[in-house]
């Protein structure tokens, strides 16, 4: 785990990021278990980051090591617990007295966090996900075949298809400890599948179906 970066460093990046999530640069996914994953535009990036003293590689090492995790820690309400984590993984020998001060600026660093990115809208998100009392999509995925033969012996189309899969996972809870550790990266349950095949007409109904979901869901959050 790396070290926390300059307090420069630091705020420099937290504001390139509250602009970008304020403009919908940055989205955030959320896994079975609320893991959060963040999508990056790496054109739009370079462009946030034109005078704002922070190279692309600067950026991401600090968002990644310090901004994401501690958006999440939020989120999940352990920041606590997970700045005595990366104390402990960070592994230096120091005294009591320099550990302490480096909690408090993990704290302090949590706090701005807040301020500048954390909304309802994220907030909701993550509540959605975590009480949701239905399976959670864990995965999706799609290939395109042709029908060579048939078990019939009868000759087999020559039309291509697409055969789409929907995995969905029940997360169960690890007793006393809840979710995996602090920030779980799998969910624990049994997985369930939805598998089958269409053609390019039924991809457009499915495709349509999930439009119709996305404008009525903006439409009540609007």
């Not at 809208?121 to 042709?146: C, D, Q």
């Not at 809870?173 to 809840?178: I, K, P, Q, V």
């Not at 390019?200 to 009525?216: F, M, N, P, R, S």
Request: hydrophobic letters at 40%; one cysteine or more.
């Amino acid at each position: 785990m790396a070290a926390l970066s300059p307090a420069d460093q630091f705020q420099k990046a937290l504001n390139v990021a509250a602009i970008r999530f304020k403009k919908n640069k940055i989205s955030v996914r959320f896994g079975p278990t609320a893991k959060l994953r963040f999508v990056i535009g790496e054109i739009s990036l370079k462009e946030s980051l034109a005078g704002s003293g922070l190279e692309e590689n600067g950026f991401r090492e600090v968002f990644d090591n310090e901004i994401g995790p501690l958006l999440e820690a939020l989120l999940r309400d352990n920041v606590e617990q997970y700045a005595d984590a990366y104390l402990v993984q960070q592994g230096q020998a120091e005294t009591s007295q320099s550990r302490l001060a480096r909690k408090a600026i993990l704290i302090e660093r949590s706090k701005a966090i807040q301020v500048a990115i954390i909304d309802s809208k994220l907030t909701g998100r993550y509540l959605i996900k975590t009480t949701s009392k239905h399976p959670r999509l864990r995965r999706s995925e799609w290939e395109i075949a042709r029908k060579s033969s048939l078990s019939s012996g009868a000759e087999g189309p020559v039309q291509p298809y697409a055969t789409l899969n929907f995995e969905t996972i029940r997360p169960e809870h690890l007793g006393a400890y809840g979710w995996f550790a602090f920030f779980p990266s799998e969910a624990v349950g049994r997985s369930e599948y939805c598998t089958f095949d269409c053609d390019e007409g039924d991809l457009d109904d499915l495709i349509q179906t999930l439009q119709d979901a996305k404008a009525a869901l903006q439409r009540v959050i609007q």
